[in-house]
């Protein structure tokens, strides 16, 4: 199923002409035949349009921050952005061998809730009262405070009250000036947590990691428990995981997040600065993975124990693949037989639409239309177009990090990995290290790639298009119901999972077949009308 | 479960730990998909739109859609002035709803942004409409941003322009779900009273599924209508804290006598609503609803022992709450712990009143509360049963104390929004689920040679 010019036009026609004229740089159709399609990404929504994206306060504490278990993420601000944010991203937790269950604060909302006469006159010693009063309450190991627009316009100074709490309580108090209005969607705060785990949390721990294949998973939150899913695949192939960026993590994982000899990285727009700065300072080589699909995974797989180069992992990790493929394909194969040939649209953040296009051909569907609410050109692009984008008024208020090799830790990537120079350089012919090669290359000709997919667009391209599956968030979900067509969460998963890796492609088999036809589809047209002659279908 | 919580009292005077409100500005939006045809449209950045949006969807499972001015760092500086017309003009021209109603957000009040102004220079076509509320987040809570939309709602459009006042009746149904809505407009057509019922999420947010998608669905109180609650003889302000200034608006603008009354949850609140239309249009009361006010009674008679004594808390939006606490007291229940999160020490009095009234003296009541403060109290001196939102299921696992579900919001369990709780036929839901919750923990907890068949 294939878009063509004309009615591409048609959507865009009832849009005024600037929105018209922006809108059309953040579509295209896709053409394998073009070196290099480009598309316009990170850059302001237009005032007034329905766009699905959120803010910079909604990505550095509700994606990044939000997750790490063991600390007490105090929101700055009106209660309404910690209200949002508490427990409603499905970023799961539990106790482990370093976090006992009483220092897990996952289940609390914290917020200062910011009145008038705090507008007024200032919020900082409210928000220094509160410190106090949660780390008498709670003895958390570490708190964060995550700023809300009011707190950047009347100037509070949080970093201010945040060093001198550090001072009074003997612990760690990071503050991030996430306001709501800065950057042009989540991205900007995604930056901005990235920033300072890196410049503040990351390699502050002296734990000794023990294992010979030491790997972070970075960017996986662990939503409806894909990390465990991950790390048990991880484990049974023969390596430790040290730490997960920040599914399921704690503060004291992150502190050693320099003890792994390699960074996976599984979402790529949320967490690239900080494998991208570990590189410069540790010399940590990173390599990004899908543990979305069988197939995805087992290559993801494939290529990681080709990067340590040891004939026993490589050994395990095919027999894990093996084992694993044997038990869940004869499952997909089931449900395969409902979802074979059916098509889906994906417009999820800033990864997912590229992810699950590979699980989705593991049962026989293609994705026709994907999209990314917060993405930058490299996420569909490919990273090598990042040193042509230019960078604009709202990239530049974020700031960049600049690091320079750690005296004592950095070592070169292959010292890292236990390998000879030449084999390493080698290896970077074979494999893609620090390489995210895009959305765009595994589209198909004349599919749809959707920059900042808006709401008129959703609901004439499904118009158009037809399709089987409509892949995104709540938001979504019930418009696209009501339109006659299947839709599932997939920020939410529609409160299942896991959806990653070998378990997970089982559960999302199921999930999307149950969904593809359940029973009330074929209810709605109610008996009294089925057969009463209609205008169109009886003509 | 909330293995973290402190023992004994601690010191927590700042703040909110597990907040028991939200902002305004979700109340405002809500209100506003109560008008025809309308767009809330949120002016602040691209976060508050997309939050409330996510969490008026995942409590009505229908969709909600509204717009955002999307404040970028330059409109934060320089004022939100151009983000707005641009709004306006482009929502106009792309979604084309009759109405668009602007909230406000914490971030365009604390710049300061000056919106009946802002309005006043955009364009807008002609037929259609623009109104507003200030709705910031530092105030009050969604309940408070949920009446000043209605009260918007009044100043923009009511009008009196009939020399007599119409035979028809303003119903403002306050902070309930569209299930509640539909059952109240039926009350009042079973009395026999034309009734201007805004705003009203029926048939906006339980719409049926056809296959036949329309941006704006056939429910919701028309502009039409809400000019013409000007000319109506008699409003009803449902729940004084999310329809009691839109009333007295109406009162004062239009002329329109306001009687404020408890939402009609509970016998005695149903009983005080039907009364007020009886004896404002000598309506008379059909046998229909004397029987179904009468199976309520017979209900109490015959299940009190599911309840009765039983030590409840409850928590959640001040007019649900007080009205529950009302209604559990008729159940013969004991409210010890009572809270709001929605500031204001009026609905501290007024629990107190009815807990007084009821004989009930160590009952601990708390405006602008939060759920950590409830979750103490539970702990030091237990519950049989909490009654509120989704919010307290932690405490109910933690505790080990059954929830019922009531209120606003509602994320875990669903079908609620299109079941009314307002009425004798919610009286009746009402029973059965504190009767189930109850009876199924009696069922848990009994030994074998307890267990029984018959209960």
Same mark, same amino acid.
């Given at each position: 199923m294939a878009i063509n010019e004309a009615q591409f036009e048609e959507i865009l026609t009832p849009y005024p002409d600037k929105v018209r004229k922006n809108r059309k740089k953040h579509l295209l159709i896709r053409d394998t035949t073009e070196a290099c399609q480009q598309i316009e990404a990170n850059t302001r929504t237009i005032p007034g349009i329905i766009s699905q994206r959120g803010c910079a306060f909604a990505g550095c504490k509700g994606v990044v921050v939000g997750p790490i278990k063991d600390m007490v993420h105090i929101v700055h601000g009106p209660v309404g952005c910690a209200y949002y944010s508490w427990g409603t991203r499905r970023n799961k937790a539990r106790a482990d061998a370093n976090t006992p269950p009483e220092q897990i604060f996952s289940q609390l909302c914290f917020t200062t809730d910011m009145q008038e006469s705090d507008i007024v006159f200032g919020g900082e010693k409210k928000l220094a009262k509160m410190i106090d009063e949660v780390v008498e309450i709670f003895h958390p190991r570490a708190v964060s405070i995550c700023a809300t627009c009011p707190v950047g316009l009347i100037g509070d100074d949080i970093g201010a009250v945040a060093k001198a709490a550090e001072e009074r309580h003997g612990i760690q108090v990071l503050s991030f000036n996430c306001e709501g209005y800065k950057g042009v969607s989540q991205s900007a705060g995604h930056h901005i947590a990235n920033n300072n785990l890196m410049e503040y949390v990351i390699g502050t721990g002296d734990r000794q990691v023990e294992g010979d294949f030491v790997v972070n998973i970075l960017g996986e939150y662990n939503i409806g428990g894909d990390s465990w899913e991950i790390e048990r695949i991880l484990e049974e192939c023969g390596y430790?995981?040290?730490?997960?960026?920040?599914? &399921? #993590?704690? =503060?004291?994982?992150? %502190?050693?997040? &320099?003890?792994?000899?390699?960074?996976?990285?599984?979402?790529?727009?949320?967490?690239? =600065?900080?494998a991208e700065m570990m590189e410069t300072k540790y010399g940590t080589p990173w390599l990004k993975c899908n543990f979305i699909g069988i197939n995805a995974t087992a290559q993801s797989l494939r290529e990681m124990a080709q990067v340590f180069g040891d004939e026993a992992l490589i050994r395990r990790t095919e027999e894990v693949i093996a084992r694993e493929t044997a038990r869940v394909t004869p499952v997909l194969d089931q449900y395969r037989k409902v979802c074979e040939g059916k098509t889906a649209f994906g417009i999820v953040g800033g990864s997912r639409s590229h992810h699950y296009q590979h699980l989705l051909r593991d049962l026989g569907m293609e994705m026709i239309v994907a999209g990314y609410e917060f993405a930058h050109r490299d996420d569909y692009e490919g990273r090598q177009v990042i040193p042509t984008i230019k960078s604009d008024a709202d990239s530049k208020n974020i700031p960049e990090l600049h690091l320079s090799p750690d005296e004592e830790l950095y070592r070169e990537a292959h010292v890292h990995l236990n390998l000879p120079k030449e084999r390493y350089d080698e290896l970077c012919e074979r494999i893609p290290l620090g390489y995210y090669a895009g959305l765009n290359t595994d589209m198909k000709d004349g599919s749809v790639v959707i920059d900042d997919c808006n709401h008129h667009e959703v609901e004439e391209l499904i118009r158009t298009l037809k399709p089987d599956l409509f892949l995104s968030g709540v938001r979504d979900k019930y418009i696209v119901h009501k339109m006659g067509v299947p839709s599932k969460q997939l920020h939410a998963y529609d409160y299942s999972g896991p959806y990653a890796g070998f378990n997970g492609a089982i559960v999302f088999a199921r999930d999307v077949a149950n969904a593809l036809t359940t029973p009330a589809w074929n209810l709605i047209t109610p008996p009294w009308e089925e057969y009463e002659p209609q205008g169109e279908t009886d003509a | 479960m909330l293995d973290c919580m402190p023992t004994g009292t601690v010191e927590h005077t700042v703040g909110k730990i597990n907040p028991a409100k939200t902002c305004q500005p979700m109340g405002a939006m809500y209100a506003a998909l109560g008008i025809h045809g309308c767009l809330p449209h949120s002016h602040g950045s691209q976060g508050c739109c997309a939050y409330h949006r996510m969490h008026l969807t995942r409590h009505f499972r229908d969709p909600v859609l509204a717009s955002s001015s999307s404040f970028t760092e330059g409109a934060s500086v320089f004022g939100g002035a151009a983000n707005l017309k641009t709004s306006i003009k482009n929502v106009f021209e792309i979604y084309r709803p009759d109405v668009i109603a602007v909230h406000t957000t914490c971030l365009s009040e604390t710049i300061g942004d000056d919106i009946p102004n802002i309005i006043r220079e955009s364009e807008i076509p002609e037929g259609k409409t623009v109104i507003h509320a200030n709705t910031p987040s530092y105030q009050g809570s969604h309940i408070t941003g949920f009446a000043n939309m209605c009260r918007a709602m009044v100043s923009y459009i009511a009008e009196a322009d009939m020399p007599i006042k119409k035979p028809q009746v303003n119903i403002l149904p306050g902070f309930v779900n569209p299930g509640d809505m539909r059952e109240l407009r039926r009350l009042a057509d079973v009395l026999g009273v034309p009734a201007i019922l805004f705003p009203d999420t029926s048939n906006v947010l339980d719409t049926p599924l056809t296959s %036949? =998608?329309?941006? =704006?669905?056939?429910?919701?109180? #028309?502009?039409?209508?809400? %000019?013409?609650?000007?000319?109506? %003889?008699? #409003?009803?302000?449902?729940? #004084?804290?999310?329809s009691g200034s839109a009333g007295a608006l109406l009162q004062e603008k239009c002329g329109v006598p306001c009687i404020p009354l408890t939402l009609p949850i509970g016998l005695k609140a149903t009983d005080d609503f039907v009364m007020a239309l009886k004896s404002g249009f000598g309506a008379t009361v059909p046998d229909s609803l004397a029987i179904e006010r009468g199976q309520v009674v017979d209900t109490l008679i015959d299940t009190h022992f599911h309840y009765q004594g039983k030590r409840v808390a409850i928590f959640g939006d001040p007019d649900t709450v007080i009205a529950l606490v009302e209604f559990t007291l008729t159940m013969g229940m004991k409210p010890v712990y009572v809270l709001t999160g929605t500031p204001g020490s009026r609905f501290e009095t007024e629990v107190r009143q009815l807990l007084d009234e009821a004989g009930i003296e160590d009952a601990r009541v708390r405006a602008e509360g939060d759920l950590f403060e409830l979750q103490q109290w539970i702990r030091e001196d237990p519950v049989d049963l909490m009654l509120g939102t989704s919010y307290g299921k932690y405490i109910a696992r933690a505790e080990d104390v059954p929830l019922v579900r009531v209120g606003f919001p509602i994320l875990d369990r669903a079908v609620h929004p299109l079941m009314p709780i307002v009425g004798y036929r919610g009286c009746l839901r009402l029973i059965e689920q504190i009767s189930n919750a109850l009876l199924e923990r009696r069922d848990r907890d009994s030994l074998d040679e307890d267990y029984e068949l018959v209960l």
């Amino acid at each position: 199923m294939a878009i063509n010019e004309a009615q591409f036009e048609e959507i865009l026609t009832p849009y005024p002409d600037k929105v018209r004229k922006n809108r059309k740089k953040h579509l295209l159709i896709r053409d394998t035949t073009e070196a290099c399609q480009q598309i316009e990404a990170n850059t302001r929504t237009i005032p007034g349009i329905i766009s699905q994206r959120g803010c910079a306060f909604a990505g550095c504490k509700g994606v990044v921050v939000g997750p790490i278990k063991d600390m007490v993420h105090i929101v700055h601000g009106p209660v309404g952005c910690a209200y949002y944010s508490w427990g409603t991203r499905r970023n799961k937790a539990r106790a482990d061998a370093n976090t006992p269950p009483e220092q897990i604060f996952s289940q609390l909302c914290f917020t200062t809730d910011m009145q008038e006469s705090d507008i007024v006159f200032g919020g900082e010693k409210k928000l220094a009262k509160m410190i106090d009063e949660v780390v008498e309450i709670f003895h958390p190991r570490a708190v964060s405070i995550c700023a809300t627009c009011p707190v950047g316009l009347i100037g509070d100074d949080i970093g201010a009250v945040a060093k001198a709490a550090e001072e009074r309580h003997g612990i760690q108090v990071l503050s991030f000036n996430c306001e709501g209005y800065k950057g042009v969607s989540q991205s900007a705060g995604h930056h901005i947590a990235n920033n300072n785990l890196m410049e503040y949390v990351i390699g502050t721990g002296d734990r000794q990691v023990e294992g010979d294949f030491v790997v972070n998973i970075l960017g996986e939150y662990n939503i409806g428990g894909d990390s465990w899913e991950i790390e048990r695949i991880l484990e049974e192939c023969g390596y430790t995981v040290n730490c997960v960026l920040t599914g &399921d #993590t704690s =503060y004291l994982d992150i %502190r050693d997040l &320099d003890k792994a000899s390699l960074n996976i990285v599984q979402c790529h727009r949320s967490i690239n =600065y900080i494998a991208e700065m570990m590189e410069t300072k540790y010399g940590t080589p990173w390599l990004k993975c899908n543990f979305i699909g069988i197939n995805a995974t087992a290559q993801s797989l494939r290529e990681m124990a080709q990067v340590f180069g040891d004939e026993a992992l490589i050994r395990r990790t095919e027999e894990v693949i093996a084992r694993e493929t044997a038990r869940v394909t004869p499952v997909l194969d089931q449900y395969r037989k409902v979802c074979e040939g059916k098509t889906a649209f994906g417009i999820v953040g800033g990864s997912r639409s590229h992810h699950y296009q590979h699980l989705l051909r593991d049962l026989g569907m293609e994705m026709i239309v994907a999209g990314y609410e917060f993405a930058h050109r490299d996420d569909y692009e490919g990273r090598q177009v990042i040193p042509t984008i230019k960078s604009d008024a709202d990239s530049k208020n974020i700031p960049e990090l600049h690091l320079s090799p750690d005296e004592e830790l950095y070592r070169e990537a292959h010292v890292h990995l236990n390998l000879p120079k030449e084999r390493y350089d080698e290896l970077c012919e074979r494999i893609p290290l620090g390489y995210y090669a895009g959305l765009n290359t595994d589209m198909k000709d004349g599919s749809v790639v959707i920059d900042d997919c808006n709401h008129h667009e959703v609901e004439e391209l499904i118009r158009t298009l037809k399709p089987d599956l409509f892949l995104s968030g709540v938001r979504d979900k019930y418009i696209v119901h009501k339109m006659g067509v299947p839709s599932k969460q997939l920020h939410a998963y529609d409160y299942s999972g896991p959806y990653a890796g070998f378990n997970g492609a089982i559960v999302f088999a199921r999930d999307v077949a149950n969904a593809l036809t359940t029973p009330a589809w074929n209810l709605i047209t109610p008996p009294w009308e089925e057969y009463e002659p209609q205008g169109e279908t009886d003509a | 479960m909330l293995d973290c919580m402190p023992t004994g009292t601690v010191e927590h005077t700042v703040g909110k730990i597990n907040p028991a409100k939200t902002c305004q500005p979700m109340g405002a939006m809500y209100a506003a998909l109560g008008i025809h045809g309308c767009l809330p449209h949120s002016h602040g950045s691209q976060g508050c739109c997309a939050y409330h949006r996510m969490h008026l969807t995942r409590h009505f499972r229908d969709p909600v859609l509204a717009s955002s001015s999307s404040f970028t760092e330059g409109a934060s500086v320089f004022g939100g002035a151009a983000n707005l017309k641009t709004s306006i003009k482009n929502v106009f021209e792309i979604y084309r709803p009759d109405v668009i109603a602007v909230h406000t957000t914490c971030l365009s009040e604390t710049i300061g942004d000056d919106i009946p102004n802002i309005i006043r220079e955009s364009e807008i076509p002609e037929g259609k409409t623009v109104i507003h509320a200030n709705t910031p987040s530092y105030q009050g809570s969604h309940i408070t941003g949920f009446a000043n939309m209605c009260r918007a709602m009044v100043s923009y459009i009511a009008e009196a322009d009939m020399p007599i006042k119409k035979p028809q009746v303003n119903i403002l149904p306050g902070f309930v779900n569209p299930g509640d809505m539909r059952e109240l407009r039926r009350l009042a057509d079973v009395l026999g009273v034309p009734a201007i019922l805004f705003p009203d999420t029926s048939n906006v947010l339980d719409t049926p599924l056809t296959s %036949r =998608y329309e941006m =704006y669905p056939a429910g919701g109180a #028309t502009v039409e209508e809400i %000019r013409d609650s000007g000319n109506s %003889r008699l #409003t009803l302000a449902l729940g #004084t804290w999310a329809s009691g200034s839109a009333g007295a608006l109406l009162q004062e603008k239009c002329g329109v006598p306001c009687i404020p009354l408890t939402l009609p949850i509970g016998l005695k609140a149903t009983d005080d609503f039907v009364m007020a239309l009886k004896s404002g249009f000598g309506a008379t009361v059909p046998d229909s609803l004397a029987i179904e006010r009468g199976q309520v009674v017979d209900t109490l008679i015959d299940t009190h022992f599911h309840y009765q004594g039983k030590r409840v808390a409850i928590f959640g939006d001040p007019d649900t709450v007080i009205a529950l606490v009302e209604f559990t007291l008729t159940m013969g229940m004991k409210p010890v712990y009572v809270l709001t999160g929605t500031p204001g020490s009026r609905f501290e009095t007024e629990v107190r009143q009815l807990l007084d009234e009821a004989g009930i003296e160590d009952a601990r009541v708390r405006a602008e509360g939060d759920l950590f403060e409830l979750q103490q109290w539970i702990r030091e001196d237990p519950v049989d049963l909490m009654l509120g939102t989704s919010y307290g299921k932690y405490i109910a696992r933690a505790e080990d104390v059954p929830l019922v579900r009531v209120g606003f919001p509602i994320l875990d369990r669903a079908v609620h929004p299109l079941m009314p709780i307002v009425g004798y036929r919610g009286c009746l839901r009402l029973i059965e689920q504190i009767s189930n919750a109850l009876l199924e923990r009696r069922d848990r907890d009994s030994l074998d040679e307890d267990y029984e068949l018959v209960l």
